[in-house]
């Protein structure tokens, strides 16, 4: 009965995972640049919870080691798209690109986190100390960028 789980977990860790995208191009003003920058949030929020239930599941002994890896890879991959495509938005000023420096470190931290989760994973290491202090890393980093969405309103 194992298998069935760890492939449901799976499949709701890719479906998560993909949940918001940025549509990377130019903006002229603050409001739609600051919406694509939440996009961008919203979606590393995202990834960083998949991943988060993947710690949690395996932790848990619900999860085998291989869906666990292949799980947070595409939490990894889905953050890093996200990071790429609004680093890709041009910012239409001064504020945009102070905008686009914070938005940039949120996501640099969550990605940090995640992909040391991911090779300690890889590594069949997640009861490791290591992996739970990268676990807490992943927590902080979610934290921060769910504070952000909510400061944004």
């Not at 449901?8 to 860790?13: E, P, W």
């Not at 919870?49 to 395996?58: D, G, H, I, N, R």
């Not at 040391?116 to 979610?142: I, K, T, V």
Request: glycine share 8%; net charge neutral.
């Amino acid at each position: 009965m194992r298998a069935p789980r760890s492939a449901a977990v799976l499949l709701a860790m890719v479906i998560l995972s993909g949940c918001a995208m940025v549509q990377p191009g130019p903006t002229r003003t603050m409001g739609p640049y600051d919406a694509k920058a939440s996009r961008a949030v919203s979606a590393g929020a995202s990834s960083v919870e998949s991943a988060w239930l993947v710690w949690e599941a395996s932790r848990a002994g619900r999860i085998q080691r291989n869906a666990a890896v292949v799980a947070l890879n595409d939490a990894e991959g889905s953050l890093a798209a996200a990071l790429h495509a609004f680093e890709k938005v041009q910012s239409p000023g001064t504020v945009g690109d102070e905008r686009r420096d914070e938005v940039r470190h949120l996501l640099a931290d969550a990605d940090d986190a995640l992909v040391a989760l991911r090779s300690s994973a890889r590594r069949d290491r997640l009861g490791s100390q290591e992996a739970h202090d990268e676990a807490a890393s992943l927590r902080r980093a979610g934290d921060a960028l769910q504070r952000w969405l909510e400061d944004q309103g």
